[in-house]
């Protein structure tokens, strides 16, 4: 019998749960040091609905600004790399984040580490 | 005018109804259950939005002047029966009283957390309700004692037992929200190294000024909240507790690991609600609190003439919200009486 075969077709899943107690949220205290207004984003996806690059890709801050605050960094560097730094999202929040900083924060952050 | 007014429950509701329908001249009798009055706001420590010191305004309330006004301690009161144009209130311990007319201001009771098995509540140590953490705020290092040590994350569970189909109540508490950001916000004082979760479906931030409040916990106090209905709770081996939740916002569960979980209890209907409207005669509503005539237009008035609601019986409100409430039905009881004297 040959391997092609034997392969049954299964393979291992990889676990989607987030383990908070592993996370680590170094690169958001380091963001949230730099640029505090990270803190008052509600989630509210106003920065979303008026993004140019949403519109092209599937960038959305509302879910980079959450991955980063549960410490999740893998893929955060393509992510960040969708953005066009033009702005719309700064003046459609309702909370007043400093999104543009927020974005060159996460950016240089990510760089650093070289995720 | 020595007409006499019987008041169900010497919570706030009560005693503020009771301080204005002793100063328009009624001869009013407080009927408690308790051994003293002040009902819930006893054992709380500091209110929202404001942080106000709990126990200064209900000496506000309860050093109001009450020159004609009797209380009876100990009285359970089960049934108010309609009889020729008065009505006779009867006790669990056998008093009976007769009024002209009766405010029923029973109030609310927290609902049980240890019907929420999946919690862990009367089963972990570790995990109290908000009520409990009120308690504990009370006295010094309560919290760390309790803990037995200087917690590292503390999580606060919302909507522990409102807006839950599953337990029988799909109203929602309205009040809870804004405590649980109230006391992150002072767990956040006391360990300033401490993670602090809220762990919410919606964030009912409905009164005034507590948007604030959320915003001030974020930006001041560093709170984190996660949207999702937590799952269940379990304890490791060193007594902590491991929550899951998804974290719907992203789409993806989650799991962490706290020193503390504080469940949010929301208000239920007190246990007598039952038996005063089967005796009484009046409605109750479909979420087991009592029933006005009209929500709307005459929140204080029953399908009864004579017999008056304010307070949480009637639903959960704030304490602002109380006190108007029982302002309003004073004045409410007094249109009743002094059209009754007329005629």
């Known amino acids: ?47 979303a609905a008026t993004c140019s690059a949403a519109k092209f890709s599937d960038f959305s801050l509302r879910k980079l600004i ?44 990510l760089q650093k580490t070289g995720k | 005018m020595n007409k006499q007014v019987a008041i169900i429950g010497a919570g706030i509701a009560g005693l503020e109804a009771a301080s204005i329908l002793d100063s328009m001249g009624f001869k009013v009798t407080l009927v408690e259950k308790a ?20 126990t200064e305004v209900a000496q506000g309330i309860i050093s109001k002047p009450l020159a004609n006004v009797s209380t009876e301690f100990n009285r ?74 200087t917690p590292s994350r503390i999580g606060l569970v919302h909507c522990v037992g ?19 950001v109230k006391q992150a916000i002072e767990l956040k004082e006391l360990y300033p190294e401490c993670e602090i979760y809220c762990l919410y479906m919606d964030l009912r931030m409905s009164g005034r000024h507590y948007e ?36 719907t916002l992203l789409g993806r569960p989650l799991k962490m690991t706290m020193d503390m979980l504080v469940l949010m209890t929301g208000m239920v209907a007190s246990a007598q609600t039952a038996s005063i409207c089967s005796s009484a005669g009046i409605q109750k509503d479909s979420d087991g609190f009592f029933k006005a005539s009209d929500p709307h237009l005459y929140g204080n008035i029953t399908g009864i003439p004579g017999i008056f609601l304010a307070g949480t ?31």
């Open chain 1, 1 to 47: 019998m040959n391997e092609k075969k034997l392969a049954f077709g299964y393979t291992v899943s990889k676990d989607r749960q987030i383990d908070f107690d592993e996370a680590s949220l170094e690169l958001y205290n380091k963001v949230c040091a730099a640029e505090p207004s990270i803190r008052l984003c509600i989630s509210c996806g106003t920065c």
């Open chain 1, 66 to 109: 959450l991955q980063v605050r549960r410490g999740i960094t893998k893929g955060l560097q393509a992510e960040v790399s969708k953005c066009m730094l033009c702005g719309k999202c700064q003046l459609a929040c309702p909370r007043g984040v400093s999104t543009r900083a927020l974005i060159m924060q996460i950016n240089m952050n």
């Open chain 2, 35 to 54: 051994e003293h009055t002040g009902g819930h706001i006893q054992n709380w420590h500091q209110l929202f939005p404001d942080r106000r010191n709990a």
């Open chain 2, 76 to 149: 359970e009161v089960t049934s108010i029966q309609p009889f020729a144009e008065k009505f006779i209130i009867s006790a669990k311990d056998g008093w009976v009283f007769n009024a002209d007319a009766v405010l029923i201001t029973t109030g609310f009771e927290l609902f049980d957390a240890k019907r929420k098995e999946e919690y862990g509540y009367g089963i972990y140590d570790h995990v109290i309700t908000s009520a409990e953490l009120e308690t504990l705020f009370k006295k010094e290092n309560g919290v760390t004692l309790r803990i037995g040590r």
């Open chain 2, 162 to 180: 409102s807006r839950d189909e599953k337990i029988g109540n799909i109203f929602c508490s309205k009040v809870c929200c804004v405590t649980a």
């Open chain 2, 212 to 247: 604030e409040l959320y915003k001030q916990a974020q930006e001041e106090y560093s709170i984190q909240f996660i949207r999702g209905r937590l799952s269940e709770a379990a304890e490791d081996k060193s007594g902590k507790i491991i929550v899951k939740v998804e974290d």
């Open chain 2, 313 to 343: 019986c009637s639903g959960p409100k704030t304490i602002s919200d109380t006190l108007s409430d029982a302002r309003s039905a004073a004045l409410a009881v007094q249109s009743y009486l002094s059209a009754e004297a007329n005629n």
